[in-house]
Nanobody, 121 residues
């Protein structure tokens, strides 16, 4: 049973930083693509960062230059570092992982975490 658990959310002052972590379990092997999304009240879920399981990371324009996704394979975790936080970054942040086969990320296999709240004021 695949499970993802986020941690590291909380209240942050404008201009501050937050480091979110996603701990994965239940994967039996293979490579994965990883992503962070967020959902603010009344808005649709927005993917803010993605790592393709190899060496490429992409970021939404809304966080580009302020966000960084990283992976600690030894600990089965991946992180999202967010700097220069703004009130509009307030949202529930979700981590997700997709199976990666032959260089392709299969979103149909996506597993989600339960979300962690980040509030910037």
């Amino acid at each position: 049973h695949v499970q993802l658990v986020e941690s590291g959310g909380g209240s942050v002052q404008t201009g501050g930083s937050a480091r979110l972590s996603c701990t994965t379990s239940g994967y039996t092997g293979g490579r994965h693509c990883m992503a962070w999304s967020r959902q603010a009240p009344g808005k649709e879920r927005e993917e803010v960062a993605r790592f393709d399981g190899d060496r490429n990371a992409d970021y939404a324009e809304s966080v580009k230059g302020r966000a960084s996704i990283s992976v600690d394979s030894a600990k089965n975790t991946f992180q999202l570092q967010m700097n220069s936080l703004k009130p509009e970054d307030t949202a529930v942040y979700y981590c997700a992982a997709d199976r990666r086969v032959g260089g392709i990320c299969y979103e149909s296999s996506r597993a989600w975490g339960q979300g962690t709240q980040v509030t910037v004021s």
